[in-house]
């Protein structure tokens, strides 16, 4: 196999015999173009025929990235993971990669553009609510490009991957809002009596999350041992509310020890809750917590009374997912082990829980050296 080498303008190029046309049966040559100097050309002229006698090389595809992009969510994702990762997938191509960069013909897109593409989201205000689209939203959308343009190499319809070429922005420290307290004792006050209490206690007083509170079920709690049993996780997709068991192998299957005054919560939830749910007909509701019709409840509604308690009481605003880290970070507070608070949220391991609640750190830095010094006291000078 050989190649012709020529200069064009000041840049060098070459073309060589890349096999033959399906359709046609004709030989096919093509150019490459762009090198500075002719050794440069003649090197890559050299490595190209290498792969194209190997059998690996690969024309790019004209076809453009959005036939890709839906082709391997259909074909590759849609059937080998949750409906949940297949919702936000598909929501982050038709949102974000779509309307960018769809258009582009495979055998055109190059790391730059992507880029450039990345820098535009970072500086686009948010549809709605207004704010700035995230480095962590931007780093979502890199993850799927990257991984669709993967799954193209493999079915033989682009060369190589430009998407590891590029950067994605690094990821911001996580900063989390949480309450006092102070703040956490005015904001029970004012929400007692309210039907959601029981939700918002159990919230603050464990630290799960949202979907392991909705799908937290009656036997999941051993009253004798005060223990709740984090099992499964409800949440909404597009194909309805779906329960997830919680591997048995996940750091997210655990079990809480809970307090005399969660207990007690409750017992009391559960008799207000029957009284409730028979003059439905329901005599014995599976789930702990389920809205006036005996239905999951809807996230939307939940945050709403929570924003609304939250203005009653005058505390500063925080999200729902916020009564989590302000468990946590009351029990770092106390001088609870780290290792401990961690095995208590389902994280994976302790150095998550000490990356995020890292600002509860200079305290505790604090009062070890506090202790230290009651023990320097006992020292004879």
Do not use: C
Request: a positive charge.
């Amino acid at each position: 196999m050989k190649g012709h080498i020529r200069k064009r303008g000041s840049k060098w190029a070459f073309v060589v015999d890349i096999g033959k046309d399906p359709v046609t049966g004709k030989r096919k040559q093509k150019w490459f173009s762009g090198y500075r100097t002719k050794r440069e050309a003649e090197k890559a002229m050299a490595e190209k025929i290498a792969e194209i006698s190997r059998g690996d090389y690969v024309e790019p595809a004209r076809t453009p990235l959005r036939d890709l992009m839906i082709e391997w969510l259909e074909l590759n994702i849609k059937h080998r993971t949750s409906i949940k990762t297949h919702d936000l997938y598909r929501y982050l191509i038709h949102n974000f990669i779509i309307p960018h960069l769809g258009e582009i013909p495979l055998d055109k897109l190059s790391p730059i553009q992507i880029q450039k593409f990345y820098n535009k989201l970072l500086d686009m205000n948010k549809k709605h609510g207004g704010g700035k689209i995230s480095p962590t939203t931007v780093r979502k959308v890199h993850t799927v490009l990257r991984a669709a343009l993967e799954w193209g190499v493999k079915m033989k319809m682009l060369p190589s991957n430009v998407a590891k070429r590029v950067d994605p922005p690094k990821e911001k420290r996580m900063t989390v809002n949480v309450w006092t307290q102070e703040d956490a004792s005015a904001f029970l006050e004012v929400s007692k009596g309210h039907r959601l209490y029981p939700l918002f206690y159990v919230a603050l007083s464990t630290g799960m999350r949202i979907g392991e509170l909705l799908g937290l079920k009656w036997e999941d709690i051993d009253w004798e041992r005060e223990v709740i049993r984090v099992r499964r996780t409800l949440g909404r997709t597009s194909a309805g509310y779906i329960l997830k068991e919680q591997p048995k192998t996940s750091s997210s299957r655990r079990s809480i020890y809970i307090t005399t005054n969660t207990i007690n919560v409750l017992k009391k939830h559960r008799r207000k809750q029957l009284q409730e749910l028979l003059r439905l007909g329901i005599t014995s509701p599976e789930f702990v917590f389920l809205n006036s019709r005996g239905k999951f409840f809807d996230v939307t509604p939940i945050h709403v009374e929570f924003r609304k308690l939250i203005k009653q009481a005058g505390v500063p605003n925080i999200r729902f997912h916020d009564l989590r880290h302000t468990h946590a970070t009351f029990l770092l507070q106390e001088g609870i082990h780290p290792k401990i608070v961690s095995e208590r949220l389902g994280h994976k391991n302790v150095s998550i829980t000490l990356d995020i609640y890292s600002h509860v750190i200079p305290s505790m830095q604090k009062e070890a050296a506090k202790a230290f010094q009651s023990f320097e006291n006992t020292l004879s000078e």
